[in-house]
């Protein structure tokens, strides 16, 4: 091993324990080489409708790496939109903030403004807010608003959630008999999309990035 045999140097001292732990600050060099550190970009994107959010598909269809440069193709999602939805997607390769910020334990709000079909009443809000069963065995919860009804016939709510089921709202709002016309995803905990015109994208800021780790916690 290169520790073994000595070719590992922290702050110019020899490494001779394994496991050494090595802070964001220290200089660290392989045979007289300086390693590296990994570089990693934080971006938000705004996903328009009709696009999936894996870099292949077996079907030919549209992905969002369309919009990304040939050296942004590497970023992953943070959690998923569905090929009909659209808005807020964070998207990195910093792996580990993703496993932290896609954990169930991590509850971070998720904000969405959706369209449904029908008018939708308080004690059908209640319902999403007191637990759907929308598979076998898994129990969905959203807290959820009407922010206005659209020619008095749809309505339009703001859905907060703190699960990441796969197609959650989708699924409680059919279950309930009012199906999405459409799925915004206007906010990632402390990200918002305000601002960011469809198909576009931003590096986040340094206090963001910041602020998301410690939420991660």
Known sequence: MLIAEGKVKVNSEKVTELGFQVGEKDKV?????????????????????????TSD???????IYEFFPE?????????????????LLLMTNDGELINKLTHP????????????????????????????????????YADACILE??????????????QGLNRQIRKMTDYLGFPVVS???????????????????????????KELKKISK
């Open 71 to 87: 050296h942004l193709k590497h970023l992953k999602p943070v959690g998923r939109l569905d090929k009909d939805s659209s808005g």
């Open 105 to 140: 334990s991590a509850e971070i709000p998720k904000r969405y403004r959706v369209a449904v079909k029908g008018k939708m009443k308080a004690n059908h809000l209640e319902q999403m807010a007191n637990g759907i069963e929308i598979e076998h065995g898994k129990i969905a």
């Open 57 to 63: 598909d077996e079907k030919n269809r549209k992905t």
């Open 183 to 209: 799925l915004k995803r206007v906010a990632h905990g402390p990200l918002s999309i305000s601002g960011l015109k469809r198909g576009q994208y931003k590096f986040l800021k340094p206090m963001q990035i």
């Open 149 to 162: 009804y659209e020619n008095n016939k749809d309505t339009v709510l703001e859905v907060v959630l703190h």
């Open 29 to 53: 060099t392989v045979n007289g080489e300086p390693l590296s550190a990994k570089k990693f970009d934080y971006v938000i994107f705004n996903k328009p409708a009709g696009y999936i959010t």
